[in-house]
């Protein structure tokens, strides 16, 4: 009875597609991919802003992702967040007092843009405070003028500039 069945070629068609059925879902199950839970912008605040400076805190729900600035040295730079999404209280930050007017946040697909808005052309540095936090110092573009003097876009005092080396000064490193 058992043989009549294996040997059945009816029989034979319907075992090999359940095999078959049986072994991409498993193979579904086990090299299924997870995906990463997106980063979340939980946070964006100006904590210090004055005529010449801002300073913004970004919290993450998980570790600071890779960024990079965009229109650096100008009046309206940018900060991209990659592989980051926009929390749900996260709104845009318009009408500040100080040398930071507004930031406007889009997103476009799993980059995030924060838009600045400054009086002035400004210089974006970075630091991390902690794995979840980044801190954004916004300051004003010094300026030099044609006499090697240092300018400033709001009449800050100037700064102390560093001399080209002269011929004395160079050194060859040999290998």
Do not use: H, W
């Not at 579904?28 to 980063?39: C, D, E, G, K, L």
């Not at 007092?97 to 997103?107: C, E, H, L």
Request: include cysteine.
């Amino acid at each position: 009875m058992y043989i009549d069945f294996i040997l059945n070629p009816r029989n034979q068609k319907i075992a090999t597609k359940f095999l078959v059925f049986i072994c991409f879902f498993y193979s579904s199950i086990i090299f299924a991919v997870p995906t990463p839970n997106p980063i979340l912008i939980q946070e964006v605040s100006v904590t210090e802003s004055n005529a010449t400076a801002s300073k913004m805190v970004i919290k993450f729900s998980q570790s600071i992702p890779q960024y990079s600035t965009l229109n650096n040295e100008t009046d309206s730079p940018s900060i991209a967040f990659s592989q980051t999404n926009l929390g749900p209280n996260v709104k845009n930050i318009n009408n500040l007092r100080g040398f930071t007017k507004s930031v406007d946040i889009k997103q476009s697909d799993k980059i995030l843009l924060l838009n600045l808005t400054t009086t002035s052309a400004s210089v974006i540095s970075f630091s991390p405070l902690n794995d979840y936090t980044l801190i954004v110092k916004i300051n004003v573009k010094q300026k030099i003028d044609a006499n090697n003097k240092l300018q400033s876009n709001n009449n800050l005092p100037p700064k102390n500039i560093i001399k080209p080396i002269s011929q004395e000064d160079q050194f060859e490193v040999v290998l």
